[in-house]
């Protein structure tokens, strides 16, 4: 049996209630992007740049998303 046909087989096991998480799921698996998108790059070549906001805890940063 293929990993194709044990996926089916288990989907068929899903509970209805359950399917949203599952859709979600595969939705994001089907995307299949290993690598960063440009704007994801273009954020990190800013921070090596020495430009862009760090902090230190997640208090700060929840702190500068409500300024």
């Known amino acids: 049996m293929s990993e194709r046909e044990k ?3 288990l989907l068929n096991a899903v509970p209805d209630y359950k399917m949203g998480y599952v859709i979600a799921y595969l939705q994001g698996a089907a ?4 690598e960063p998108n440009a704007e994801t790059i273009a954020a990190i070549q800013e921070l ?12 700060e940063l929840w702190q500068s998303l409500e300024e």
Do not use: K, R
Request: charged fraction near 25%.
């Open 48 to 59: 090596e740049n020495g430009g862009g906001e760090c902090f230190d805890t997640l208090g």
């Open 31 to 34: 995307v299949g992007e290993d």
């Open 7 to 9: 996926a089916i087989q």
